[in-house]
T-cell receptor, first 112, second 112 residues
Framework: DAGITQSPRYKITETGRQVTLMCHQTWSHSYMFWYRQDLGHGLRLIYYSAAADITDKGEVPDGYVVSRSKTENFPLTLESATRSQTSVYFC???????????FGSGTRLTVV | GQQLNQSPQSMFIQEGEDVSMNCTSSSIFNTWLWYKQDPGEGPVLLIALYKAGELTSNGRLTAQFGITRKDSFLNISASIPSDVGIYFCAGHLKTSYDKVIFGPGTSLSVIP
């Protein structure tokens, strides 16, 4: 199916565990983004990527790692999950760097 | 850092009424965007504005890019129940590592 898909949709993990959130897009968009959405903070950029093998930090990158070996995939890894990383995570893609994002449906992550 | 202010924070209106909401910033942006988020889903792009003074419509939605480049507004005419959701403004500045800054959102409720 065409579009941008995130998996899993829901995840519960324990403090200290590593967890990876997946994001896949079928348009070959150059730009991909990871945001977290929290009450009181809105959407905050974690990492973004302008192309395969090019990634850069956003506003809140600490505790997260990304990679982009293929244009269509942009996984986000929490190396050692903490309770403060409980949030809803959105992946987005864009054909150009003008802010016109297409978002996935999100992953709701709970760290216990 | 850069922040966007949206007003009102929430609105309760009768079906058929017109809606106005706005977004202001202390910084200038190259692009203003408006997104809508339904519960449990990612934001969806409604309108993108690229030039100061630009007025753009998308069906019942009309948005304007303020001439100072520091604000934007969104109008919805003849509201219907499916307009319910959270509306986010976003500003994009090409030279900023932050890429896209999102406002905190305006929650819209439509009373049938």
């Amino acid at each position: 199916d065409a579009g941008i898909t995130q998996s899993p949709r829901y995840k519960i993990t324990e403090t200290g565990r590593q967890v990876t959130l997946m994001c896949h897009q079928t348009w070959s968009h150059s730009y991909m983004f990871w945001y977290r959405q929290d009450l009181g903070h809105g959407l905050r950029l974690i990492y973004y990527s302008a192309a395969a093998d090019i990634t850069d930090k956003g506003e809140v990158p600490d505790g997260y790692v990304v990679s982009r070996s293929k244009t269509e995939n942009f996984p986000l890894t929490l190396e050692s999950a903490t309770r403060s990383q409980t949030s809803v995570y959105f992946c987005a893609s864009s054909p150009r760097d003008r802010g016109e994002h297409t978002f996935g449906s999100g992953t709701r992550l709970t760290v216990v | 850092g850069q922040q966007l202010n949206q007003s009102p924070q929430s609105m309760f209106i009768q079906e058929g009424e017109d809606v106005s909401m706005n977004c202001t910033s202390s910084s200038i942006f190259n692009t203003w965007l408006w997104y809508k988020q339904d519960p449990g889903e990612g934001p969806v792009l409604l309108i993108a504005l690229y030039k100061a003074g630009e007025l753009t419509s998308n069906g019942r939605l009309t948005a304007q890019f303020g001439i100072t480049r520091k604000d934007s507004f969104l109008n919805i005419s003849a509201s219907i129940p499916s307009d319910v959701g959270i509306y986010f403004c976003a500003g994009h500045l090409k030279t900023s590592y932050d890429k896209v800054i999102f406002g905190p959102g305006t929650s819209l409720s439509v009373i049938p």
